[in-house]
T-cell receptor, first 118, second 115 residues
Framework: AQTVTQSQPEMSVQEAETVTLSCTYD???????LFWYKQPPSRQMILVIR??????QNATENRFSVNFQKAAKSFSLKISDSQLGDAAMYFC???????????????FGQGTILTVHP | GAVVSQHPSWVICKSGTSVKIECRSL??????MFWYRQFPKQSLMLMAT?????????EQGVEKDKFLINHASLTLSTLTVTSAHPEDSSFYIC???????????FGSGTRLTVV
């Protein structure tokens, strides 16, 4: 079974600084997607960024970028120029393209609570 | 963009009663709906997966007779917590997926409190 591990329960960063959230995963599949989701206090899940495993180029979305190391099964999220609105719980998630009744199922990591200090 | 409307956003019910939570996809057809449960400051735990017109597939350890999931149409899925007890109090979130699309649209969640 696929597992996703976020080893940092909590992280903090100063406003305007950069922070990196870690994520590792375990899978025997070669075709899969990886995601970072943000869950602010409202608890609405918001997609931050996604990465297709077949793409070697790291995904970027404005201030958010990932470091995808497929061989190491690592998928870290870097937040640059941190803003107060970035404070939230961040989840790393995995989804493969294998068939079966749970096709498309997301497996989430434990989450990392990010605090942004003014 | 794609929107999933989840209702109610919060509900308080008495122990022993049933509660129904609805998720509607407003501008797309949700071929698959996922239902999650989340405790405070913890991760989302998948409860079940439902495909339109099919029986739901429940994760190990989830009581299918207690958590009834119906996905009768491509725009509506419901989760009914039957004979609710205080230990069922939690935050429930639905997530919809469209055919041939990698992404997911999450509902805003329902906070259930059983007293």
């Amino acid at each position: 079974a696929q597992t996703v591990t976020q080893s940092q329960p909590e992280m903090s960063v100063q406003e305007a600084e950069t922070v990196t959230l870690s994520c590792t995963y375990d899978t025997s599949e070669s075709d899969y997607y990886l995601f970072w989701y943000k869950q602010p206090p409202s608890r609405q899940m918001i997609l931050v960024i996604r990465q297709e495993a077949y793409k070697q180029q790291n995904a970027t979305e404005n201030r958010f970028s990932v470091n995808f190391q497929k061989a190491a099964k690592s998928f870290s999220l870097k937040i640059s120029d941190s803003q107060l609105g970035d404070a939230a719980m961040y989840f790393c998630a995995y989804r493969d393209n294998a068939g079966g009744t749970s096709y498309g199922k997301l497996t989430f990591g434990q989450g990392t609570i990010l605090t942004v200090h003014p | 963009g794609a929107v999933v409307s989840q209702h109610p956003s919060w509900v308080i019910c008495k122990s022993g009663t049933s509660v129904k939570i609805e998720c509607r996809s407003l501008d797309f057809q949700a071929t698959t709906m996922f239902w999650y449960r989340q405790f405070p400051k913890q991760s989302l735990m998948l409860m079940a997966t439902s495909n339109e017109g099919s029986k739901a597939t429940y994760e190990q350890g989830v009581e299918k007779d207690k958590f009834l999931i119906n996905h009768a149409s491509l725009t509506l899925s419901t989760l009914t917590v039957t004979s609710a007890h205080p230990e069922d109090s939690s935050f429930y979130i639905c997530s919809a997926r469209r055919r041939a699309y990698y992404g997911y649209t999450f509902g805003s969640g329902t906070r259930l409190t059983v007293v």
